[in-house]
Each structure stands twice: as structure tokens, then as C-alpha cells.
């Protein structure tokens, strides 16, 4: 049975309603680092930045302008859609994938679930201790070829990134105590050198923002077999660092700006949002 220890707590402090945002957004795009920081120096309202924050994301802007871009070519854009488990991030990437234009990757799940005939996925949620560094290594070498592959549109939507599997999964399963720290050392000094030496450009950052709750309940309707030994208290501990990572901004680095969309609605509110959001995702990445 897979446990967490530590239960995440639920705050509406960071409920940013959708007006709200798209008012940050138009803010820091007038003011571009002038919004007030939180504690740790970083804008707490998601869609705005620091200066320090413009700085740095505009370097890596440039640095990959000048590795990409010839002469009359387009800059193309990388959005990745983050979330909690059943969030409904593929739900959103099918909507967007019959725009034109863009492209969708979605998760390499299916490979988690059989590699050469193993299912490492279930064997994590079956004994974390054992193999959690199994999954997390193969969960960042495959999320590693989707950033790296050849983008087939000017926009690519993908679902998570590199930056998610490590800064909430194997955070996860070391804060929990469920991955020995030789596994963690390993695991974050591939990670450290990957993105210290490979140009892993991230535009845009979309958070489908739930309940834990929400996420339960769409999970044990989906009913995903390796799934149905994950309790509520996952879902929050996996919400908390979520927050804590996008929201707050207060754990791990932040490597593009934040659009957070409340995902608690049905379907057809979401679908609607996402037409509202459209723009916003689509130019806010450029
Ligand atoms: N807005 C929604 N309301 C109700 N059910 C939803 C909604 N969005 C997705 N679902 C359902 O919830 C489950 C998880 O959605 P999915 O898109 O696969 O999430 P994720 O990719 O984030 O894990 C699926 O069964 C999907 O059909
Ligand atoms: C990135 C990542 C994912 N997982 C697990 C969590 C879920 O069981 C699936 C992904 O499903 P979702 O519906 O797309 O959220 O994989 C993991 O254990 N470790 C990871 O790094």
C-alpha cells in the first residue's frame, strides 16, 4: 500500500480567479518586473515576474534564439501543462490538438507502464522504497526525449516536463521518506547536470489548478489499474508541492511564467475556459 506521511494542506490564498490573472498578466507585460515579491524574492502572483526572474528567463530566451533561430525563421514556443494527477491535463491537450499550428505531446505514460515487458510504474506504487528509482530514472530519460525532439509546429503543447518529475515526484517520494538519499543524490545529480548542460527551453507554464479532492474522484473514474492503490493524501501531498512550486514559489526554480487555470469545473465550463484562455496561451508564449 502506497502511503504518504506527510498530508498537504489546502490554502485559498492561492485560488487566483481567472480576471485576476489575465489583470497580472496585462500588469507585468506593462511593468515587466515591477510586481511586489513574496518572501523568497519571487512574485507570488502567478503570470508576473520579478526582475531578477525577467532577467534570467530572457538570457535563456536569447541563448536559445541564438542556438535555434536562421535568418527569417520564427521562434517557436514550448507550453507545458502541469497538474496533479488527473487533473485533466490529456483532456486539455485534446482539446488543443485540433488547433492548427500546434503540436501535442502527451506524457509517455504508456512507456512507464511497459518497458521490454516490465511495468515500473506499478512496481513504484507497489514498493516505492524498492522502485522509485527505477520509474524516476526512466520518467526523466523519456520526458528528457520529448523536450529534445523535433518540434513539428511552431507551438508545442506537451504535458508536464522534467522540471515536474523531479521538483514534485521525486521530491515526493524523498520527503516521504520512501526513497533511500543514495537514490535522491543520484537522481538529482543526473537532473542537475541535464539541465545545467542540455537547453531545455520552457515558454509557458499552464496550471490546472483542483482540489485534491476533484483529482480523487476523477482518478477512480478513470480507474487506471496501477492506480487504484493511491489514497486522497497522495493527491494532496502531490497538490501541496505543486503549490508550493507554481503558486507560492518558494521550493524549486520557476522555468517560464505561470497561467493557472481553476480546473475544479465540469467539462464544458473547462472547455470554455480554455476558448477564453486561448489567446493568452497561444501569444503568451511568444
Ligand atoms: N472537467 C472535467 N470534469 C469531469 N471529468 C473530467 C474533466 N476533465 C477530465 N475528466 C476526466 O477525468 C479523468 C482524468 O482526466 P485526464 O485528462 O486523463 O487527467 P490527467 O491527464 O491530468 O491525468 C478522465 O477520466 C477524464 O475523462
Ligand atoms: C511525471 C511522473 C508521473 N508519475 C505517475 C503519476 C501518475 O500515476 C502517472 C501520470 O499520470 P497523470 O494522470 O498524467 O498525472 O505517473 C510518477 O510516478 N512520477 C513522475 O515523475
Known amino acids: 500500500m502506497f502511503v504518504c506521511s506527510a498530508a498537504g494542506c489546502w490554502t485559498s490564498l492561492c485560488r487566483i480567479?481567472?480576471?485576476g490573472v489575465r489583470a497580472a498578466l496585462r500588469a507585468a507585460c506593462r511593468r515587466p518586473g515591477a510586481e511586489p515579491a513574496g518572501p523568497c524574492g519571487r512574485s507570488r502572483l502567478s503570470?508576473?515576474?520579478t526582475q531578477h526572474q525577467q532577467q534570467q528567463h530572457q538570457q535563456q530566451r536569447t541563448s536559445t534564439r541564438r542556438k535555434?533561430?536562421?535568418?527569417g525563421e520564427e521562434k517557436k514556443s514550448v507550453i507545458c501543462i502541469e497538474g496533479n494527477i488527473a487533473s485533466g491535463k490529456t483532456t486539455c491537450l485534446e482539446y488543443f490538438s485540433k488547433t492548427s499550428n500546434l503540436e501535442v505531446l502527451t506524457e509517455p505514460v504508456s512507456k512507464w507502464r511497459n518497458i521490454q515487458g516490465h511495468n515500473p510504474l506499478a512496481l513504484m506504487y507497489q514498493d516505492p522504497v524498492r522502485w522509485g528509482l527505477t520509474l524516476q530514472t526512466y520518467v526523466q530519460?523519456?520526458?528528457?526525449?520529448?523536450?529534445?525532439?523535433?518540434?513539428?509546429?511552431?507551438v508545442r503543447m506537451m504535458?508536464?516536463?522534467i522540471y515536474s518529475a523531479k521538483y514534485i515526484f521525486v521530491e515526493n517520494l524523498y520527503r516521504s521518506g520512501k526513497m533511500p538519499e543514495v537514490d535522491f543524490a543520484v537522481l538529482s545529480e543526473w537532473f542537475d547536470w541535464i539541465t545545467s548542460n542540455i537547453d531545455i527551453p520552457v515558454d509557458l507554464i499552464v496550471y490546472l489548478q483542483?482540489?485534491?479532492q476533484?483529482?480523487?474522484e476523477r482518478l477512480t473514474q478513470r480507474c487506471r489499474e496501477e492506480e487504484k492503490v493511491i489514497p486522497l493524501e497522495y493527491l494532496e501531498t502531490i497538490h501541496q508541492l505543486y503549490e508550493d512550486w507554481l503558486i507560492n514559489q518558494m521550493s524549486f526554480k520557476v522555468p517560464a511564467p505561470v497561467l493557472?487555470?481553476?480546473a475544479n469545473h465540469d467539462l464544458q465550463k473547462m472547455l470554455h475556459q480554455y476558448e477564453e484562455h486561448r489567446g493568452k496561451i497561444l501569444m503568451g508564449s511568444k
Do not use: Q
Open 17 to 19: 480567479s481567472a480576471p
Open 47 to 49: 503570470g508576473s515576474w
Open 68 to 71: 535555434l533561430l536562421r535568418p
Open 141 to 154: 530519460l523519456t520526458m528528457l526525449d520529448r523536450h529534445l525532439s523535433t518540434m513539428s509546429a511552431p
Open 159 to 161: 504535458e508536464r516536463s
Open 210 to 212: 483542483t482540489t485534491p
Open 214 to 216: 476533484t483529482c480523487y
Open 260 to 262: 493557472v487555470i481553476p
